[in-house]
């Protein structure tokens, strides 16, 4: 499987974003996708992780109500639309992915993925 991360760029505070992350491989009917972030001299943060499956959600607090994830199976792709973005939104975004339907405890946890894009940057300006 591979995972290919895109849609980054340099906008400005409020704007929107929609990043893309592209799955190459095996069919997905039971897959979990996560988006996770890294600014420069910071840990890896969750974003936010949707299951395939059931289509169920789970967000980072820095996010909720901002950013939406959504998956589309027949282009075997997962979206990551990212509204009214801040400056400390800036950073390198990553998409990872796993087979099953991981739990929410569990989807914030980096670990729990098997798959990584190579990351897309997104820098918000104020």
């Known amino acids: 499987v591979q995972l290919q991360a895109s849609g980054g760029g340099l906008v400005q505070a409020g704007e929107s974003l929609r990043l893309s992350c592209a799955a190459s491989?095996?069919?997905?009917?039971?897959?979990?996708t996560g988006w996770f972030r890294q600014a420069p001299g910071q840990d890896r943060e969750f974003v936010a992780s949707?299951?395939?499956?059931?289509?169920?959600?789970y967000y980072g607090d820095s996010v909720k109500g901002r950013f939406i994830i959504s998956r589309d199976k027949t282009k075997n792709t997962a979206s990551l639309q990212m509204n009214s973005l801040k400056p400390e939104d800036t950073a390198v975004y990553y998409c990872?992915?796993?087979?099953?339907?991981?739990?929410?405890?569990?989807?914030?946890?980096?670990?729990?993925?098997?798959?990584w894009g190579q990351g897309t940057l997104v820098t918000v300006s104020s």
């Open positions: 949707i299951r395939w499956g059931d289509s169920k959600t």
């Open positions: 491989g095996r069919t997905f009917s039971s897959w979990t």
């Open positions: 990872a992915g796993r087979y099953g339907n991981l739990i929410v405890g569990v989807m914030p946890t980096p670990s729990a993925y098997d798959y």
